[in-house]
């Protein structure tokens, strides 16, 4: 069983929806959680960093992260066609120890 | 202020060659780590330095080695190249200091190995 688990999709949806992402994880040790977003052909972008559990917002982005039920995920409002791309969740235990432990990504379309 | 710069971007290479791949950190960065992304297994950690020494390994054979220099830019080598090594390979830096204070994990673009 891997670590963090995440449904690869691909999803797709329309213009200005609600989309949502998640992720699952076994390891009780992960402080730390990433959301990253990644073009073709192009390295991970940090989007979103939250620290144990509860939401974080930045502008049409919303990371919430439960820890007693080790659930991830990202929301994504009045989406956008520039959204379309692969969304990768990560974990991390500490830092001083930076392996990031990450979802297998899910590929987002979003259809004008 | 510059992102994580990594060289090669493209590269062909031949089995049982070696290749030796680049990362110059975000200035002030003194975290360097690796990654190998491939279709079939994702994004995967190899290992991480700071200050010029291993801190963590992943799951990977020896033929994948690493090293970090005096002003934080690493490389890492990989010997005796075979096909399943054709990857995209991802350097990451962090500063120094606990997340909590913002401080997180930014990725480079990549270096494109193919093995032929």
């Known amino acids: 069983q891997k670590e963090v688990e995440q449904d690869p999709g691909p999803l797709s949806v329309p213009e200005g929806a609600i989309v949502s992402l998640n992720c699952t994880y076994s390891n009780s040790a992960f402080q730390y959680f990433m959301w990253y977003r990644q073009y073709s052909r192009k390295g991970p972008e940090l989007l979103m960093y939250t620290y144990s559990s509860g939401n974080k917002e930045d502008g049409r982005f919303t990371a919430q992260v439960d820890k007693s039920s080790k659930y991830i995920s990202l929301f994504i409002r009045d989406s956008q066609p520039s959204d379309s791309a692969t969304y990768l969740c990560a974990s991390l235990e500490n830092f001083g120890n930076e392996k990031l432990t990450f979802g297998t990504g899910t590929r987002l379309t979003i259809i004008p | 202020k510059a992102g994580v710069t990594q060289t090669p971007r493209y590269l062909i290479k031949t089995r049982g060659q070696q290749v030796t791949l680049s990362c110059s950190p975000i200035s002030g960065h003194r975290s360097v780590s690796w990654y190998q992304q491939t279709p079939g297994q994702g994004l995967q950690f190899l290992f991480e330095?700071?200050?010029?020494?291993?801190?963590n390994k992943g799951n990977f054979p020896g033929r994948f080695s690493g090293r970090q220099f005096s002003n934080s830019r690493s490389e890492m080598n990989v010997s005796t190249l075979e096909l399943g090594d054709s990857a995209l390979y991802l350097c990451?830096?962090?500063?120094?200091?606990?997340?909590?204070?913002?401080?997180?994990?930014?990725f480079g673009e990549g270096s494109w190995l193919t093995v032929v």
């Open positions: 330095y700071f200050s010029e020494t291993q801190r």
């Open positions: 990451a830096s962090s500063p120094e200091g606990t997340a909590y204070s913002g401080n997180t994990i930014y």
